[in-house]
């Protein structure tokens, strides 16, 4: 009679949050990886963001502030695609990530309105290349898996060295992790269609194995009641499929069903206590809700959803955040392109928001870990104490018990009071056991805030430097972020943009007023748009300035927004000049044709400093200044001998740099020598090179290809080119040459490739490391180039530090770099030194080439009616804190024994000291006789 016992949970009902109780201010973009995408705990919401090329997360809570609304932040997690996180079970703020950058890390996070941590508490390198997936243990404290290409891992956090165990490697990529609800099994999905189940502390191969796949497009795996294991994934067809199958005997299904035709990844989350599976799939908009039960029917519908926005992740609330009093048995968090959306299940019943109704909550499991992952792995198999959700009956807060000093100088797993006061969670460790929070921390030396044994104790012969440089350079711009403009601000609809512009061309370039874009138009033409009137080009023809021949390179001169510069590859330099108001039809005649290389040009560069002078390097191997005043050739440079991928003039416009095919670097000063003042050895590659002038123009920054075609970038002394490079990174493979933008003011260097989503950022200083790697940014889709402009384009009052025009196949986008901060009322003085007014010339050409050296002006960003950030009024201190070194010194027993000794003699007296009634005068001996 089984099949006839009605569920209370048939007739729950999805409902969705009204739009203002959404999570708004969300960039989530379309990655591809085997994660949710979004996580939930019962106090934090983390989801992937589009920015920084998805190696950041972005960071809500799951209920709004005192104003009502929702703050949305973002972390700078890894320097690459965050493909999967996790929270952990016992504790609301610990988050894990793994990532394609091939490292794990765990992060304590804090209330969304308050300053972030940018260090992680602990950093993992499996050394087995980009991973997919991690999961933290559902009972033991530190206890992880992560899933590498090939091999599952398991990893006991407390000690960093090498992984627990490493799992019998699958025949292909592992697709999915699912831990069983007790902790004892681990099953494991993968590529070549097989599902394996493995005890990792009996045997590394799996227990359980079978070809239960159809199709090796993406599956997931997921154990539900009992020793049920649940697949989502494709049948043959391509049709997606949902199988249920017993842990024990894996040869067939026990039972199935088809879920449509769509591509999206299907995702599964099952509610224990309630036996409720929710399916959703990626960029679908419905999210169907099925029961599991153990008994037949094993699987049958409950509801059908429909939401307004396709689906790019979704999470499961815990149980303890549910709102119990209306009968919510379930919350989801939808992550759509542009917001989060709470669907809240509930269960229809009468007196709803009145009285507790105990049948349809079960106790569930706790927020206390049963054992330590060493517990776990020696092979305890306590279980989570389960809980009530009777609001009447759940547990009360525990006093904190009494800490030893240790604790109380903030060094054990909670953190420190410093982290309390700044709302940071200071439960109890994933490295602890629940009695532990009174014990002493196992690592005394650990720094404030870490958990104990997630760093290693350093010695007493370290001092706080080598710490330092043990946890690696900081920078303020290390969190820097990406972020296209309104598309308001766009210009939309270019048409016959010329994608094979020469390696030696940015692509296109751009002024405060203009931008001039090259078409792939018989004749050398060259679109002029105003970047005063954004949004939709005309399906007609545009304004275009009309070459006779292919164009090579084109700038635009920085003194006068009017005139262009365009080199041809018939060995021609034409001078074009916009008329007053923007050009409207096709230009055809220019000011000024300059005449004198005698092959192709590859480029041409203005002086930064001299009104009317012009640079320009040939197929010809000669380099050729040129006084566009007078329209003719005053220098030539000699000395290559093969290709000049790139020139850059010093920032005090004395010396001109520049980087051969060759393989040399060569600094020149043309107006005492036609040769080269300095030559080096520059990059091995023959695909192409930049040079740009960095740190005040002490030295030279060159990106480039190393002999194996792998990206890098290699920094050079301008005192000392023949000594080589001083220090160089490397940073990918691909074909396209970097083209690096230093802003001066900051000391920044964002490297873009044409035909690439990913721009990488750099602070460049002048002393060890020399590279400071800092958050990338992802476009949508692949760029053509990217122009900056000037330091007055930036928004200080949202901390912008350079904005740029990104060109796509059919748009130009401005993006904005800015630097996260919290008090943004105040002028980040910091951050905006005086900045050079370098669109205004110095002197002119003629002064320049007759010895005349000058500078440019300087200005400052602030606005009136803001305060600078270092006039701001100091906040009160919570209390004094003893100086770091006091905490990161460890002292040896016999230190520790000495001072004890030494302090127990200061408050008794030493035994050798003689006593105070031996210094009293006494009586004569006859006395006594009396």
Same mark, same amino acid.
């Given at each position: 009679?089984?099949?006839?016992?009605?569920?209370?949970?048939?007739?729950?009902?999805? +409902?969705?949050?009204?739009?203002?109780?959404?999570?708004?201010?969300?960039?989530?973009?379309?990655?591809?990886?085997?994660?949710?995408?979004?996580?939930?705990?019962?106090?934090?919401?983390?989801?992937?963001?589009?920015?920084?090329?998805?190696?950041?997360?972005?960071?809500?809570?799951?209920?709004?502030?005192?104003?009502?609304?929702?703050?949305?932040?973002?972390?700078?997690?890894?320097?690459?695609?965050?493909?999967?996180?996790?929270?952990?079970?016992?504790?609301?703020?610990?988050?894990?990530?793994?990532?394609?950058?091939?490292?794990?890390?765990?992060?304590?996070?804090?209330?969304?309105?308050?300053?972030?941590?940018?260090?992680?508490?602990?950093?993992?390198?499996?050394?087995?290349?980009?991973?997919?997936?991690?999961?933290?243990?559902?009972?033991?404290?530190?206890?992880?898996?992560?899933?590498?290409? /090939?091999?599952?891992?398991?990893?006991?956090?407390?000690?960093?060295?090498?992984?627990?165990?490493?799992?019998?490697?699958?025949?292909?990529?592992?697709?999915?992790?699912? $831990?069983?609800?007790?902790?004892?099994?681990?099953?494991?999905?993968?590529?070549?269609?097989?599902?394996?189940?493995?005890?990792?502390?009996?045997?590394?191969?799996?227990?359980?194995?079978?070809?239960?796949?159809?199709?090796?497009?993406?599956?997931?795996?997921?154990?539900?009641?009992?020793?049920?294991?649940?697949?989502?994934?494709?049948?043959?067809?391509?049709?997606?499929?949902?199988?249920? $199958?017993?842990?024990?005997?894996?040869?067939?299904?026990?039972?199935?069903?088809?879920?449509?035709?769509?591509?999206?990844?299907?995702?599964?989350?099952?509610?224990?206590?309630?036996?409720?599976?929710?399916?959703?799939?990626?960029?679908?908009?419905? *999210?169907?809700?099925?029961?599991?039960?153990?008994?037949?029917?094993?699987?049958?519908?409950?509801?059908?959803?429909? &939401?307004?926005?396709?689906?790019?992740?979704?999470?499961?609330?815990?149980?303890?955040?549910?709102?119990?009093?209306?009968?919510?048995?379930?919350?989801?968090?939808?992550?759509?392109?542009?917001?989060?959306?709470?669907?809240?299940?509930?269960?229809?019943?009468?007196?709803?928001?009145?009285?507790?109704?105990?049948?349809?909550?079960?106790?569930?499991?706790?927020?206390?870990?049963?054992?330590?992952?060493?517990?776990?792995? #020696?092979?305890?198999?306590?279980?989570?104490?389960?809980?009530?959700?009777?609001?009447?009956?759940?547990?009360?807060?525990?006093? &904190?018990?009494?800490?030893?000093?240790?604790?109380?100088?903030?060094?054990?797993?909670?953190?420190?009071?410093?982290?309390?006061?700044?709302?940071?969670?200071?439960?109890?460790?994933?490295?602890?056991?629940?009695?532990?929070?009174?014990?002493?921390?196992?690592?005394?030396?650990?720094?404030?805030?870490?958990?104990?044994g997630f760093l290693p104790s350093p010695s007493p012969s370290q001092s706080v430097k080598a710490i330092q440089s043990l946890m690696g350079p900081t920078s303020k711009f290390r969190h820097i972020q990406?972020?296209?403009?309104?598309?308001?601000?766009? *210009? &939309?609809? =270019?048409?016959?943009?010329?994608?094979?512009?020469?390696?030696?061309?940015?692509?296109?370039?751009?002024?405060?007023?203009?931008? @001039?874009?090259?078409?792939?138009?018989?004749?050398?033409?060259?679109?002029?748009?105003?970047?005063?009137?954004?949004?939709?080009?005309?399906?007609? @023809?545009?304004?275009?300035? #009309?070459?006779?021949?292919?164009? @090579?390179?084109?700038?635009?001169?920085?003194?006068?927004?009017?005139?262009?510069?365009? %080199?041809?590859?018939?060995?021609?330099?034409?001078?074009?000049?916009?008329?007053?108001?923007?050009?409207?039809?096709?230009?055809?005649?220019?000011?000024?044709?300059?005449?004198?290389?005698?092959?192709?040009?590859?480029?041409?560069?203005?002086?930064?400093?001299?009104?009317?002078?012009?640079?320009?390097?040939?197929?010809?191997?000669?380099?050729?200044?040129?006084?566009?005043?007078?329209?003719? #050739?005053?220098?030539?440079?000699?000395?290559?001998?093969?290709?000049?991928?790139?020139?850059? $003039?010093?920032?005090?416009?004395?010396?001109?740099?520049?980087?051969?095919?060759?393989? +040399?670097?060569?600094?020149?000063?043309?107006?005492?020598?036609?040769?080269?003042?300095?030559?080096?050895?520059?990059?091995?590659?023959?695909?192409?090179?930049?040079?740009?002038?960095?740190?005040?123009?002490?030295?030279?920054?060159?990106?480039?290809?190393?002999?194996?075609?792998? /990206?890098? =970038?290699?920094?050079?002394?301008?005192?000392?080119?023949?000594?080589?490079?001083?220090?160089?990174?490397?940073?990918?493979?691909?074909?396209? &040459?970097? *083209?690096?933008?230093?802003?001066?003011?900051?000391?920044?260097?964002?490297?873009?490739?044409?035909?690439?989503?990913?721009?990488?950022?750099?602070?460049?200083?002048?002393?060890?490391?020399?590279? *400071?790697?800092?958050?990338?940014?992802?476009?949508?889709?692949?760029?053509?180039?990217?122009?900056?402009? /000037?330091?007055?384009?930036?928004?200080?009052?949202?901390?912008?530090? %350079?904005?740029?025009?990104?060109?796509?196949?059919?748009?130009?986008?401005?993006?904005?770099?800015?630097?996260?901060?919290?008090?943004?009322?105040?002028?980040?003085?910091?951050?905006?030194?005086?900045?050079?007014?370098?669109?205004?010339?110095?002197?002119?050409?003629?002064?320049?080439?007759?010895?005349?050296?000058? #500078?440019?002006?300087?200005?400052?960003?602030?606005?009136?009616?803001?305060?600078?950030?270092?006039?701001?009024?100091?906040?009160?201190?919570?209390?004094?804190?003893?100086?770091?070194?006091?905490?990161?010194?460890?002292?040896?027993?016999?230190?520790?024994?000495?001072?004890?000794?030494?302090?127990?003699?200061?408050?008794?007296?030493?035994?050798?000291?003689?006593?105070?009634?031996?210094?009293?005068?006494?009586?004569?001996?006859?006395?006594?006789?009396?």
């Amino acid at each position: 009679m089984n099949r006839f016992k009605t569920s209370k949970y048939k007739n729950t009902t999805p +409902k969705i949050a009204k739009k203002d109780e959404w999570i708004n201010n969300v960039r989530a973009g379309s990655f591809s990886c085997q994660g949710n995408h979004i996580q939930a705990s019962s106090k934090l919401v983390a989801f992937n963001s589009e920015q920084a090329g998805g190696g950041m997360l972005g960071l809500s809570s799951v209920r709004p502030g005192s104003d009502g609304q929702w703050t949305v932040t973002h972390i700078s997690c890894h320097s690459d695609l965050v493909t999967d996180m996790d929270f952990s079970p016992f504790d609301e703020s610990l988050l894990v990530t793994c990532s394609a950058d091939e490292t794990v890390k765990l992060w304590r996070l804090c209330d969304p309105e308050l300053e972030q941590s940018g260090t992680p508490e602990l950093t993992l390198r499996p050394g087995q290349g980009r991973l997919e997936l991690v999961h933290f243990h559902p009972t033991s404290s530190g206890l992880l898996a992560v899933g590498s290409a /090939r091999s599952p891992l398991i990893w006991d956090v407390s000690s960093q060295d090498a992984p627990l165990a490493v799992l019998e490697p699958h025949g292909d990529q592992v697709q999915s992790l699912s $831990w069983k609800r007790d902790g004892s099994l681990l099953a494991t999905s993968c590529k070549d269609k097989m599902l394996r189940v493995f005890d990792p502390r009996a045997q590394l191969t799996p227990v359980q194995s079978a070809k239960c796949l159809q199709n090796n497009k993406d599956s997931r795996v997921l154990w539900t009641k009992d020793e049920l294991l649940l697949t989502t994934g494709f049948d043959m067809m391509r049709n997606r499929e949902l199988k249920l $199958w017993d842990s024990r005997k894996l040869s067939s299904s026990v039972s199935s069903l088809s879920i449509g035709t769509s591509s999206g990844i299907l995702i599964p989350l099952f509610d224990e206590d309630t036996g409720l599976l929710l399916l959703s799939g990626m960029g679908d908009t419905v *999210i169907d809700c099925y029961e599991i039960s153990s008994s037949e029917p094993l699987l049958s519908q409950v509801s059908h959803c429909l &939401t307004d926005s396709s689906t790019r992740g979704v999470a499961m609330l815990p149980k303890m955040a549910l709102d119990v009093m209306s009968c919510e048995v379930v919350r989801l968090l939808q992550l759509t392109d542009s917001c989060i959306v709470p669907i809240s299940y509930q269960v229809p019943r009468k007196h709803s928001g009145q009285e507790f109704h105990d049948d349809l909550y079960p106790d569930t499991v706790g927020t206390t870990a049963a054992m330590t992952a060493e517990e776990w792995w #020696q092979g305890g198999n306590q279980q989570v104490e389960k809980v009530s959700l009777n609001p009447n009956k759940r547990p009360k807060t525990k006093a &904190t018990p009494e800490k030893p000093a240790s604790a109380k100088k903030g060094l054990i797993s909670g953190g420190s009071k410093e982290d309390q006061a700044r709302g940071c969670s200071t439960s109890s460790s994933p490295l602890s056991t629940p009695s532990s929070s009174a014990a002493p921390s196992r690592s005394p030396s650990s720094t404030s805030g870490l958990s104990s044994g997630f760093l290693p104790s350093p010695s007493p012969s370290q001092s706080v430097k080598a710490i330092q440089s043990l946890m690696g350079p900081t920078s303020k711009f290390r969190h820097i972020q990406g972020v296209v403009m309104h598309r308001d601000t766009h *210009i &939309t609809n =270019i048409r016959g943009l010329n994608l094979t512009t020469p390696g030696e061309c940015d692509g296109f370039c751009a002024n405060h007023q203009r931008v @001039a874009v090259p078409l792939a138009i018989a004749g050398g033409q060259i679109a002029i748009v105003e970047r005063s009137q954004p949004g939709r080009l005309p399906d007609t @023809a545009v304004p275009t300035v #009309q070459n006779s021949g292919n164009v @090579a390179d084109f700038c635009w001169d920085p003194f006068d927004p009017r005139r262009l510069a365009v %080199a041809g590859e018939d060995a021609k330099i034409r001078v074009w000049k916009v008329p007053e108001g923007g050009l409207k039809g096709t230009l055809t005649e220019p000011e000024l044709i300059l005449q004198g290389h005698t092959e192709k040009i590859y480029s041409v560069k203005f002086h930064p400093l001299a009104s009317g002078l012009l640079v320009s390097s040939s197929y010809d191997l000669s380099v050729r200044l040129w006084d566009l005043d007078r329209g003719e #050739q005053v220098k030539l440079l000699t000395g290559h001998e093969d290709q000049v991928f790139g020139m850059a $003039w010093s920032p005090d416009g004395k010396l001109l740099a520049t980087v051969c095919k060759d393989a +040399k670097v060569r600094i020149y000063d043309p107006r005492k020598s036609t040769a080269p003042v300095q030559e080096g050895a520059g990059p091995e590659g023959h695909r192409g090179a930049r040079v740009v002038w960095v740190c005040d123009g002490k030295y030279l920054l060159v990106s480039g290809f190393d002999s194996l075609s792998e /990206r890098g =970038i290699y920094l050079y002394s301008a005192d000392s080119l023949s000594s080589g490079a001083i220090a160089s990174i490397p940073i990918s493979i691909s074909p396209s &040459t970097l *083209i690096p933008f230093y802003d001066p003011d900051t000391g920044v260097v964002i490297l873009s490739g044409k035909g690439e989503n990913r721009v990488y950022i750099y602070e460049i200083v002048p002393e060890e490391p020399y590279f *400071i790697e800092c958050s990338s940014f992802t476009s949508s889709e692949p760029h053509k180039g990217f122009a900056f402009l /000037r330091k007055t384009e930036c928004n200080v009052r949202d901390v912008e530090v %350079a904005v740029g025009l990104m060109l796509t196949k059919t748009t130009i986008e401005p993006v904005a770099f800015k630097v996260p901060r919290v008090k943004k009322e105040f002028f980040q003085d910091d951050v905006y030194t005086d900045t050079a007014m370098w669109w205004e010339p110095a002197l002119t050409a003629s002064a320049w080439l007759s010895g005349s050296n000058g #500078q440019h002006k300087k200005m400052s960003l602030k606005p009136k009616d803001m305060t600078p950030v270092s006039e701001a009024p100091k906040e009160a201190p919570v209390r004094k804190y003893l100086p770091s070194s006091v905490y990161l010194e460890e002292k040896t027993d016999e230190q520790k024994k000495e001072e004890l000794l030494s302090a127990m003699v200061a408050k008794l007296g030493n035994m050798d000291d003689p006593l105070p009634q031996e210094s009293f005068e006494g009586v004569d001996e006859d006395e006594w006789d009396d």
